[in-house]
């Protein structure tokens, strides 16, 4: 093979006498110190130090590909600078390598082009895939059902013959609804008690995809339990339903507070209540206002815990308690509580959440001022009992804030078991007492716990009495930290299954973690009560004469301390003046401790802060009965992903959170309603939605107050 006609003449130009000759030709590219690569639309060329020492043709794959081995087999340049300058990675030039060492130069010659072997897709198949898509099936199920990959099943649709008659009715893209008028009207009069949905046909409708959550949503009872408590509105255009709904979804797109309806278009959330645009924030503000009247939120709640109890009978085994502090920033003065999060004492107002075994929400209500979760723990007991009956032996979990033994042989006389940390100093176990233990994990991840156990008693009332218990003790290989866990349940449970559903107890602090952002701590209403005067409250006068207290009695051991120095260094009983200022000093100790105890420890409220006031949480109530139901309902369709996605423990809601703001077609065939997703952001996730949508049409869910059957599916799977 000659030189490459681009290459002659290309910086090859005489030189005089005397002159230096050039190393790299002109318009070349310096792969390192030594190198040079040039490339035209005839070929290219490698030269070392001025000297040509490979080249190739145009199309002449397999020369380029053995230059780039050679210079980085031969050391010329660094791996790293050949791929940069040959346009590939590292790991195809390492590919190369290998292939040129197994089969030399025809190992760097690229694949021939096409199919490798005969295609199954014969005339008959794909008249059968298409007959199969006719039906309805999707991508995965026809390829399953034919013995072909999706691919064959994509060509063999696409192979259809052109005279097939097109459809009959095409969808609009971005269809807006029509608008409705008349009924605002009707409404007005007082005519209407909420507005029928009509669906908005339509290719690509924005959000669409959020109906998703319907399915879900409605085995948490939502929806029919807001419309049996609270009723229908006597005259509105806007029905119970559709405002509950318009809350989902604005929640489902990330705006959790009334507010974020404003961030969002009226039109899309319109379109998927079946009305002609979403309710405006002062209309959902008046209506929350009017329902907050009814004081009816806290049986909004028990009837969704109820509901779900029965919905999910398995998951009431273990139930979770936890408390949550929502900072407050306003001017009010509302009691004080610990924000760990800050790791301060600021106003606030607390909450205590109760979660089923699984994590999902089950009850939360609103904590006194200053309540511990050991009191919460006795009030939790009251509501566990009105929701599972006399007859249910649950298990109450908590962390170490609710540590009491006193009240732990409460809970147990009520018919409860615990399971909690052990708190205090505890006498580490023997490392040849540890037992390993193999469990795994609702995603199949296994893990081995190290663990010990044996049965205790904890004395409480100043030891005169004692509550017996096991304990099971978790030893971490690597560090040697020991974590005790003590419960009530007797040997029909393992030490692991002990072990693995005290550490469940995280499921709720992920409760915590995703419904942050889903308004956890949203205010949702500043609407305050005055709070109770007779409420008794610590003395701050108490405080400061602790600290004064505190004060004397410094002053006293300094006095103390100057006397015995002076007594050591005169050797006799101190000067005049040092005894009197001890004396002095002892009798000032002695009336601040009198009027220490003068002080009563606590007071009424009204007596130190007449204008003490807490917040009115009955709308915050109705939100979280929203926000609760929402959240389940996602957390349920998480956990149908795992299935049908490998990445489903960590990615399973933020793979739901782009398909609830996917695109999608909305169509009325015969007495169903089809809703098509566009496809999501990679394959993997449209299959797995796609097998989440055949899962959920089967359910036959209805669309709100119709009789349409909600069938879903992804384009193209």
């Given at each position: 093979m000659g030189v490459p006609e681009f290459l002659a003449g290309a910086g090859m130009v005489p030189v005089r006498r005397g002159q230096p000759l050039p190393l790299a030709p002109a318009g070349s590219v310096q792969v390192g110190p030594a190198v040079a690569l040039?490339?035209?639309?005839?070929?290219?060329?490698?030269?070392?130090?001025?000297?040509v020492s490979a080249c190739w043709d145009d199309g002449d794959v397999a020369g380029r590909r053995l230059a780039a081995v050679t210079l980085a087999t031969t050391g010329a340049a660094s791996q790293q600078e050949v791929a940069s300058a040959f346009g590939v990675d590292d790991a195809t030039l390492r590919r190369w390598t290998r292939a040129w060492e197994a089969d030399g130069v025809e190992g760097l010659r690229p694949e021939r082009p096409g199919p490798k072997r005969r295609s199954k897709l014969s005339e008959e198949l794909a008249e059968t895939i298409r007959g199969l898509r006719a039906e309805g099936k999707s991508l995965a199920a026809i390829a399953e059902a034919t013995a072909v990959s999706t691919d064959t099943v994509r060509r063999a649709i696409a192979m259809a013959p052109a005279s097939e008659p097109p459809p009959a009715n095409k969808l609009v893209p971005l269809a807006r609804p029509k608008p409705r008028d008349a009924e605002r009207a009707l409404a007005r009069a007082g005519l209407l008690g909420g507005a029928e949905p009509v669906i908005c046909e339509g290719e690509s409708l924005p959000y669409a995809g959020a109906l998703l959550i319907l399915p879900a949503l409605v085995v948490t009872g939502l929806l029919d339990s807001a419309c049996s408590i609270y009723g229908a509105p006597k005259a509105a255009f806007y029905s119970l339903r559709s405002l509950v709904l318009s809350l989902v979804f604005a929640c489902l797109l990330g705006e959790a507070r009334v507010e974020g309806l404003s961030r969002i278009d009226p039109v899309a959330i319109g379109r998927l209540v079946g009305l002609d645009r979403a309710p405006e924030v002062g209309t959902i503000r008046r209506r929350m206002e009017a329902l907050c009247g009814l004081r009816r939120a806290d049986e909004l709640v028990h009837a969704l815990a109820r509901h779900h109890a029965d919905a999910h009978p398995e998951a009431m085994g273990v139930l979770y308690i936890d408390g949550h502090v929502r900072a407050y920033h306003g001017g009010a003065d509302l009691p004080r509580a610990h924000l760990a999060r800050a790791r301060i004492a600021m106003a606030a107002t607390t909450d205590t959440w109760m979660t089923d075994e699984a994590g999902d929400a089950l009850l939360v209500w609103s904590s006194p001022p200053g309540a511990s979760l050991t009191g919460e723990l006795r009030h939790a007991i009251q509501e566990v009992r009105c929701l599972l009956g006399p007859e249910a032996r649950p298990t109450i979990g908590f962390d170490r804030g609710g540590w009491s033994p006193a009240c732990f042989a409460?809970?147990?006389?009520?018919?409860?078991?615990?399971?909690?940390?052990?708190?205090?100093?505890?006498?580490?176990?023997?490392?040849?007492?540890?037992?390993?233990?193999?469990?795994?994990?609702?995603?199949?991840?296994?893990?081995?716990?190290?663990?010990?156990?044996?049965?205790?008693?904890?004395?409480?009332?100043?030891g005169r009495r004692y509550f017996a218990c096991r304990q099971v003790t978790r030893r971490d290989p690597a560090s040697g930290h020991q974590t005790a866990v003590i419960s009530t349940w007797g040997n029909e449970r393992t030490s692991a299954e002990v072990a693995t559903s005290m550490f469940h107890r995280w499921r709720e602090e992920n409760l915590f973690r995703f419904m942050r952002p889903r308004g956890l701590d949203a205010m949702d209403s500043y609407a305050k009560a005055a709070d109770d005067a007779d409420r008794r409250v610590p003395n701050p006068q108490k405080a400061k004469a602790k600290a004064e207290l505190a004060k004397a009695r410094s002053s006293l051991a300094k006095a103390a301390e100057t006397e015995g120095r002076v007594t050591l260094e005169d050797g006799r009983a101190g000067s005049k003046q040092v005894r009197e200022a001890y004396r002095e000093a002892a009798a000032y100790l002695q009336q601040m401790e009198a009027a220490y105890r003068a002080i009563p420890a606590k007071v009424r409220l009204g007596d130190i802060r007449p204008g003490a006031s807490r917040l009115d949480d009955e709308r915050k109530r109705i939100h979280d009965a929203i926000r609760m139901a929402t959240w389940n309902a996602e957390s349920a369709l998480a956990r149908a992903l795992g299935p049908h996605y490998s990445r489903a423990e960590d990615e399973a809601h933020s793979l739901l959170a782009e398909a609830f703001k996917t695109s999608a077609d909305l169509e009325v065939i015969g007495d169903e309603l089809h809703v098509r997703l566009d496809a999501l952001s990679s394959p993997r996730r449209s299959r797995a939605i796609a097998s989440l949508c055949a899962e959920l049409s089967q359910t036959e869910t209805l669309y709100l107050d119709t009789k349409l059957k909600l069938v879903f599916a992804v384009k193209g799977y």
């Open positions: 040039l490339e035209g639309e005839h070929g290219g060329a490698v030269s070392i130090w001025g000297m409460e809970i147990v006389a009520a018919g409860f078991d615990i399971l909690t940390y052990r708190k205090g100093p505890v006498r580490p176990e023997a490392k040849n007492s540890f037992t390993p233990y193999v469990v795994k994990d609702a995603f199949g991840h296994q893990q081995t716990y190290w663990l010990a156990e044996r049965n205790v008693r904890i004395s409480y009332d100043a």
